[in-house]
C-alpha cells in the first residue's frame, strides 16, 4: 500500500508543490488584516471554498443517465455547492456595505489614511 | 486548443488578490467582487468547455436547474438575513459547502467501486485507473475519504453551529466527552485506513496479472464507506455541541478552513487547480484567521476546544 500511496504521490507531484505554496501563501495573504474585517474576511473565504461547486458540475455531468443515484447526489450537490458560492458572496457584499457607509463619514475615513 | 487551464489559471489569481484585498478595509469590497467574477468565470468554464477523455459534459438541464434553484435560495437568504444574524448565516452556507464535498465524495466512490452487468468489461474502474496508471486507486481511495470525512464533519459541526447562534440549541456535553470524541475519530479513521488497504490488495494483484478487475469485497468495502460517513457526522456533531456560544465565531472559522480542505481534495480528484488552490488558500487563510480571533478576543484556540470540556466538568461538579 505504500509503494501505491508512493507513487500516487509522484503521479500528482505538480499539485502537492501547489498545496505547499498555497499553505503558505494563504498564511502571508491576511496576516495583517484588522480584527474589524475578521468576519467579512472569514464570510469571503467561505465563499471562495464554495469553489468545490466545480466538483459538483463534473459529478453531474458526467453521470450516466440510467444511474439515479449519481443523478439525484449529484443534483443536490450542484444546489448545496451554489447556495455556498451564491449566498457567501452576497452576505459578505452585504457585511462590507455596512463597512462602507461607516467609513464615508470623515472621521473614519482620516483612520484609514492613518492606516495607510 | 482548449482554454479552460488559462481560465482556471485566472480564477486562482482572482482568489488570491480577492483575498489580499479582503484584508484592507479600503478594498475589501472590491476584493469581494473580484473573487465573485473569478469563480462566475471558472464555473463558465467548466460547465462549457470541460472534457474528460474528450468527452463533454451532459445533463445539462440538470446543472442548469441546480444552479438556478441554488442561486435564488442563495440570493433571497442572503438579502432577506439581518445583520445581526449574519455569522449564523455563513455557518449555514459553510455547511452546505460542506455537504457538496461530501456528496462528490459518496458518488465518486460508488463510481470506483461500481460492478457492472456481468461479462461486460469494468469500464468504469479501468477509465479511472488508464487515466494515471494503477497505482492512483488507492490514493483515489485516500482523496475520496478524506473529502468525505472533512466535509461531513465541516457539514454537521456547521449545523450545530447554526442552531447554536440562532437559539435552536443549548450546550451540551457529558463526562469524558473528550474521550468519546477521540474514539469516534479514532474509529473512523481505523475505518477509512483498512478501506484503502482492502482496495489497493484486491486490485493490485488482479491488474497485474493482467486480469479483469472485479472488487469482490464490494459488501464490506461499501458498509465500511457508510460507517465512516456516519461517524464522521457524529464526530462533527459532538465536537460543536459542549463549545459555548460566545466562541462560535471562532468555531465557524474553523469549520471554514476545514471546507477548504474538503474542496482541496476535489482539487487532487479532478486534478483540477483552480479547486486545489481555492481550497487550500482558504484551508490555510482559515486556520490563520481563526487564531487571529482567538487573539482578538482575548482566548487560545486549545482554550476554545478544549476548556469548554473543563467547564462542563465543574458544571457537573
Known sequence: ?116 | WNFLPIIYLVGSVTFIIGLKMLSHPATARKGNLIAAGGMTLAILGTIFLYRHNGERLHNYGWIFAGLLIGGVIGVLAARKVKMTAMPEMVSLFNGMGGACAALISVVEFNHMISVPPEGGIISTVIKAITDTGPASLSGRTLIILLGLIIGTVSFAGSMIAWGKLNGRIRDFAFRGQHIVNLLVLGVSVVAAAYLVAAIDNHVQPELSAGLELRLQADGIVRWLFYLVLLLSVVYGVLFVMPIGGADMPVVISLLNSFTGVAAACGGFLYNNPVMLTGGILVGSAGTILTILMCRAMNRSLKNVLIGSFGGAKTGVA
Request: glycine share 8%.
Open chain 1, 1 to 116: 500500500m505504500i509503494a501505491s500511496l508512493l507513487s500516487f504521490i509522484q503521479q500528482h507531484l505538480e499539485l502537492i508543490y501547489i498545496v505547499i505554496l498555497s499553505v503558505f501563501l494563504g498564511i502571508e495573504v491576511i496576516s495583517r488584516v484588522p480584527s474589524v474585517l475578521h468576519t467579512p474576511l472569514m464570510s469571503g473565504a467561505n465563499a471562495i471554498h464554495g469553489v468545490v461547486i466545480i466538483g459538483a458540475i463534473i459529478v453531474m455531468g458526467e453521470a450516466p443517465a440510467d444511474n439515479y443515484l449519481a443523478l439525484v447526489l449529484g443534483f443536490l450537490a450542484v444546489i448545496l455547492g451554489t447556495l455556498n458560492v451564491v449566498g457567501g458572496f452576497v452576505v459578505t457584499d452585504r457585511m462590507l456595505e455596512m463597512f462602507k457607509s461607516k467609513s464615508q463619514n470623515p472621521n473614519s475615513k482620516s483612520q484609514t489614511a492613518k492606516s495607510k
